[in-house]
């Protein structure tokens, strides 16, 4: 990282919001890494924090007025706006983002954001009916069709006492996107990729189903990771709130056995395979029809077994490389080594889901890959971004083959 952020020109926008405070930690971080930052806040942000915090971790003066002028014979959202190889806006508030959107420029952020060629990149934070808000929302996809990168917000408790989507991004994902916006890392260019995420549902009757936890978080950003990476990736997700990656064909389905007919079809033209839907290894015998009644004290369900998907694609393997995952409550290394063999695998990904942090539905992970050899390498808590583009590194520093097929 240090590498590639060295000089990098960097115009942090600070707006109004309870995590501007975070926004120190960023610029501190760039700093760190040999960027060079100059910060611009909005009136509401210096409420929340010092221009002089801000002046001392980046070694410039901080541009918070439209009238006052640093040089004399410069104008500050011209000079900004000239000078940034990118401007991130962190946090980025409802209201900048309707702005931005709306080609409202009214002080000294949005008119430097207005006259700015650099990539532009919001990590919004919000309470999380204000970044629900269907209005909100449709800005956001506005924006980013038109090319400006988000960095999606965190769930967890916000600083107003909800719980919800609207924290901060960490801020270790915020610098990952300004650094892979500076890599525009290609290395998964000409790759195909495959990605299963989220649950399965397995129908007893038209409103009822057996299912899990995931929450598709996971494998989404597994194949955004991918696609920032230039690969071409087919998303095949359980029913999942989230919305599809940028630049990724997202297809939906319900059962096991839609995402076995689904993945078979896409298979045979891919050359990586991340499978970390948690696919539902039963489903009910009997699907009713009608809503079934409870007119008896008791009601047997008989489950069959559904395909196993990942088994299949070991058995149909060529030269694909085939990446499980194992979520596990005991014996974690052992259960996970088993199914390696038992699937045919490359790699696999062993989620202690017992452990705090790690698994199902929040916004980090931490686990061990393991690879056909039995080599353990430990991935520690990150956010899943972050999570998703460490195990895409250790898997194609083991898979040489793959830069010949992409030569083919
Ligand atoms: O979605 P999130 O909330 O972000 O959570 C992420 C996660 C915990 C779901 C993810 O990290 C994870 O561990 N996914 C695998 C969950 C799982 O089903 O594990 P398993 O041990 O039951 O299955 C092993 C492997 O076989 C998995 O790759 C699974 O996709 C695959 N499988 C399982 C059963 C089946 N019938 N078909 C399959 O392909």
Same mark, same amino acid.
């Given at each position: ?66 009238? !006052?002028?640093? +040089? ?8 900004? $706006?000239?000078? %940034?190889?990118?401007? /991130?806006? &962190? ?119 057996? !299912?899990?936890? +995931? ?8 194949? $955004?990771?991918? %696609?920032?990476?230039? /690969?071409? &990736? ?175």
């Amino acid at each position: 990282m240090e590498a590639v952020l060295k000089e990098k020109k960097v115009v942090i926008g600070i707006t109004g919001g309870i995590a501007a405070y975070k926004a120190a930690e960023l610029v501190s971080s760039l700093m760190k890494h040999g960027a060079r930052a100059k910060v611009i806040m909005t009136k509401n942000a210096t409420e929340f924090i010092s221009p002089l915090t801000l002046e001392t971790l980046s070694g410039n003066p901080v541009y918070y007025d439209m009238f !006052s002028r640093t +040089s004399p014979w410069e104008i500050d959202h011209i000079s900004l $706006a000239k000078w %940034a190889d990118v401007l /991130a806006v &962190v946090p980025a508030t409802a209201n900048i983002i309707g702005k931005v959107c709306h080609g409202i420029a009214d002080d000294l952020l949005t008119t430097t954001i207005m006259a700015t060629q650099a990539q532009v990149i919001f990590a919004p934070a919000m309470n999380t009916n204000m970044y629900k808000n269907p209005i909100v929302q449709e800005n956001i996809e506005a924006l980013k069709k038109k090319g400006y990168i988000f960095v999606s917000p965190a769930e967890g408790r916000l600083a107003c006492g909800d719980v919800g989507e609207g924290k901060l991004a960490a801020i270790e994902d915020i610098l990952r996107a300004i650094t892979d916006y500076f890599v525009r890392k290609q290395d998964l260019k000409g790759i195909r990729v495959l990605v299963t995420a989220g649950p399965t549902r397995e129908y007893l009757d038209p409103v009822r189903f057996i !299912s899990n936890p +995931s929450s598709g978080k996971m494998g989404f950003a597994i194949a $955004a990771a991918c %696609a920032s990476r230039g /690969a071409e &990736v087919e998303l095949v997700t359980g029913p999942v709130r989230l919305s599809p990656p940028e630049g990724v064909n997202m297809h939906p389905v319900e059962t096991a056995l839609e995402m076995y007919e689904r993945v078979m079809k896409l298979y045979p033209s891919c050359h990586i395979v991340f499978k970390s839907a948690a696919v539902s290894d039963y489903r009910p015998q009997a699907y009713h029809e009608q809503k079934i009644k409870k007119d008896s004290d008791r009601l047997v369900l008989t489950l069959v077994k559904n395909p196993d998907i990942l088994k299949e694609l070991g058995r149909r393997k060529k030269d694909q490389i085939l990446v499980g995952f194992a979520a596990e409550t005991h014996n974690v290394l052992e259960n996970a080594m088993k199914k390696i063999r038992e699937k045919n695998l490359d790699f696999i990904l062993a989620n202690d889901v017992t452990q705090s942090g790690a698994g199902f539905m929040g916004d980090t992970n931490k686990g061990d890959l393991i690879t056909r050899v039995g080599e353990i390498i430990e991935i520690p808590l990150l956010g899943k971004n972050e999570f998703a583009h460490r195990m895409i590194d250790e898997v194609l520093k083991r898979s040489p083959h793959l830069a010949i097929r992409k030569n083919c």
